[in-house]
């Protein structure tokens, strides 16, 4: 395979970056894009085979209009862009966690419809489809991944951090939903799969995750991994939801600090089937629930000493 020039939005966030990672270990010139930069992108992609636009603006309290700023306008400049130049492949980062929370206990594939909740993931809804109406203007792949077990601010990894910093947490249903996740390294192969197989990924959607777990396991492994006795209980989730209903919750279920749903959300599957990755692509996950867990805790601590100077 010739040398790829592969444009990267959102390098300089936890889900770009592993994908940057990734990509740099094949013979590929990664380039980082800023995706709000409109009047520059023509330039810049004028030399690029590839765009794989990770970018998102997903933390909480903001307003609806700056993430679709971000998230639906700068997809529009970008693809505009695309449309101009002679790349190959243009990938679209989404997420499986547009679904929001009313999946049935079975493993969902790509024509499940989504029902987000929140401005944030509404806007990341909006640019998907904005995304779509240029299937056939550019050669658009669309990577659907489940949540992403990486270092940074994301709801899953909030949730985990909770759950060690509060060993006596109440699990919901005594945490026995299932959900399915993905290791920062596996999104990087998904991404590297679907541009290495172009013939099989472009006008596609595909799901990637690295294993199905429930969130008792991911409590307690993610515990065990800082050396913390796990003293979890279980709410039963009658109680978690009639409490909740009546903003009683709180008082006994207190919410991760920018976790909203935090009852819906670990009460509720989110199970993915991503079989036809692996059989089109030959994607196959690395890593398991323990070794994407200690990854990212390990890249949270060592962020977080840096931070604060070592002292943490």
């Known amino acids: 395979m010739a040398t790829l020039r592969i444009a990267l939005t959102g390098a300089d966030q936890p ?14 010139e990664v380039v980082p894009v800023d995706a709000g930069s409109a009047k520059q992108l023509g330039a810049i992609l004028g030399g690029m085979t ?58 969902v594939t790509e024509s499940w419809v989504p029902r987000p909740l929140g401005p944030a993931l509404q806007s990341r809804v909006a640019a998907e489809r904005v995304a779509r109406t240029y299937r056939r203007r550019v050669p658009l792949s669309i990577l659907r991944p489940a949540p992403v077990i990486v270092d940074g601010g994301g709801t899953i990894m909030r ?13 919901v ?27 099989e990924a472009v006008d596609q959607v595909f799901h990637v995750a690295s294993a199905h777990t429930t969130w008792r396991d991911l409590a307690i492994e993610a515990c065990h991994l800082r050396g913390i006795e796990e003293r979890f ?30 009852v819906s959300m670990t009460g509720r599957p989110h199970l993915i089937d991503d079989s ?3 059989v089109s692509l030959g994607y196959a996950p690395v890593l398991g629930v323990r070794a994407a867990l200690a990854q990212a805790l390990d890249l949270y601590q060592r962020s977080s000493n840096e931070v604060s100077g070592g002292d943490s």
């Open 15 to 28: 889900d770009g970056a592993a994908i940057a990672t990734e990509l740099e270990r094949h013979d590929v």
């Open 50 to 107: 590839h765009v794989v636009h990770a970018y998102s603006v997903i933390e909480p309290g903001l307003s609806g209009a700056v993430y679709n700023e971000a998230n639906v306008h700068s997809t529009t400049a970008l693809l505009d862009a695309c449309r101009q130049s002679n790349v190959e492949q243009v990938l679209f980062l989404s997420t499986t966690e547009t679904y929001g929370r009313r999946l049935p206990p079975w493993p």
């Open 159 to 171: 949730v985990i951090r909770h759950f060690i910093s509060r060993p006596r947490a109440a699990l």
């Open 173 to 199: 249903g005594g945490g026995q939903a299932p959900i399915s996740v993905l290791a920062a390294a596996d999104l990087g192969r998904a991404v590297w799969a679907m541009i290495s197989q172009p013939e």
């Open 233 to 262: 209980w279980n709410a039963p989730y009658a109680l978690a939801r009639g409490l909740d209903a009546c903003r009683l919750s709180g008082w006994v279920l207190p919410e991760p600090e920018g976790v909203d749903a935090y």
């Open 276 to 278: 036809r990755a692996r």
